[in-house]
């Protein structure tokens, strides 16, 4: 079992900033994966920015540049720093992660999402 909860959404000004975090727990083995995905409304979840365990990062070209994605493995937390918001980033922001279990002695993988948390970008 893991559990993902977000948390530092909120109602902020275009050009402003927000600090989203996302801390897992349960029987985590390893999380290989962490990312940020958004889904505003009547649109597609789509992905904001990825990051490993290694520290290998992918941003969506919407974001680059004004989105910072980092982690903490030791806490098991992510973050996303993201700074001159646009009324065009309002959505429901989900963390998702791809965690290693185990099950039976034998170590499995899956992906677990957050129930997210909404931001919304004034203009």
């Known amino acids: 079992q893991v559990q993902l909860v977000e948390s530092g959404g909120g109602f902020v000004q275009a050009g402003g900033s927000l600090r989203l975090s996302c801390a897992a727990s349960?029987?985590?083995?390893?999380?290989?994966?962490m990312g940020w995905h958004r889904q505003a409304p009547g649109k597609q979840r789509e992905l904001v920015a990825s990051?490993?365990?290694?520290?290998?990062?992918n941003y969506a070209d919407s974001v680059k540049g004004r989105f910072t994605i980092s982690r903490d493995n030791a806490k098991n937390e992510m973050y996303l720093q993201m700074n001159s918001l646009k009324p065009e980033d309002t959505a429901v922001y989900y963390c998702?992660?791809?965690?290693?279990?185990?099950?039976?002695?034998?170590?499995?993988?899956?992906?677990?999402w957050g129930r997210g948390t909404q931001v919304t970008v004034s203009s």
């Open positions: 349960g029987s985590i083995l390893s999380i290989n994966v």
């Open positions: 998702k992660g791809s965690a290693e279990t185990r099950r039976g002695g034998i170590p499995v993988g899956n992906d677990y």
């Open positions: 990051i490993t365990s290694d520290g290998a990062i």
